[in-house]
């Protein structure tokens, strides 16, 4: 079975800039996450989706993150613009229904680094 | 809200067992899980607990009090590959995974 997979792995921009990050899921999982991870920290929600609706997204900075996840499979998370403060890695994860004992999978993530 | 706190860092020698705790608020509760972070690498799943008391998996267990937020990940027989960051990871009423700082466990020989 393949993983959940996202690109790009690296990415480095200047303050102001946009940037876009695409994640896909396992197939069949209904439920996608988005995940910002700060060095030493753990992950912090910013998005789920579930199928192709927004279920909870209270912790995304909706003044500069968008996520979209068309047609509930593949899905973008942008920033625009980037702030020093966004530098983290990204990670994406999916999971069968996002209830009870479900366990989530997580992507290899990609690290932004903003200048 | 959630809050979970774990200790940030310890050290242990090959082949012995450490302790890992983590102790938690939260509005409702729906589980929580143990999660293991090699530097550099996504997250991979360990155990989950919805119930009090320990679940074994092999070398790793996990016990869960519900009635005092607490739970610990035990690691037996300690391997250099198991030098990593453990994330507890509580589950609240609202479905929403909240995730502790992890603890960075670093095996030496």
């Known amino acids: ?115 | 809200g959630q809050n979970i706190d774990q200790p940030t860092e310890m050290t242990a020698t090959e082949g012995a067992i450490v302790q890992i705790n983590c102790t938690y608020q939260t509005s409702g509760f729906n589980g929580l899980f143990w999660y293991q972070q090699h530097a550099g690498e996504a997250p991979t799943f360990l155990s989950y607990n919805v119930l009090d008391g320990l679940e074994e998996k092999g070398r790793f267990s996990s016990f869960l009090s519900r009635s005092k937020g607490y739970s610990y990940l035990l690691l037996k027989e300690l391997q250099m590959k198991d030098s990593a960051s453990y994330l507890c990871a509580v589950r609240g009423g609202n479905n929403r995974l909240a995730f502790g700082k992890g603890n960075q466990v670093v095996v030496i020989p």
């Open chain 1, 1 to 115: 079975e393949a993983g959940v997979a996202q690109s790009p792995r690296y990415k480095i921009i200047e303050k102001r800039q946009s940037v876009a990050f695409w994640c896909n899921p396992i197939s069949g999982h209904a439920t996608l996450y988005w995940y910002q991870q700060i060095l030493g920290q753990g992950p912090k929600l910013l998005i789920q989706f579930q199928n192709n609706g927004v279920v909870d997204d209270s912790q995304l900075p909706k003044d500069r993150f968008s996520a979209e996840r068309l047609k509930g499979v593949d899905s973008t998370l942008k920033i625009q613009p980037a702030k020093l403060e966004d530098s983290a890695v990204y990670l994406c994860a999916s999971s069968p229904t996002g209830l009870g004992v479900d366990e989530q999978f997580f992507g290899p993530g990609t690290r932004l680094t903003v200048l």
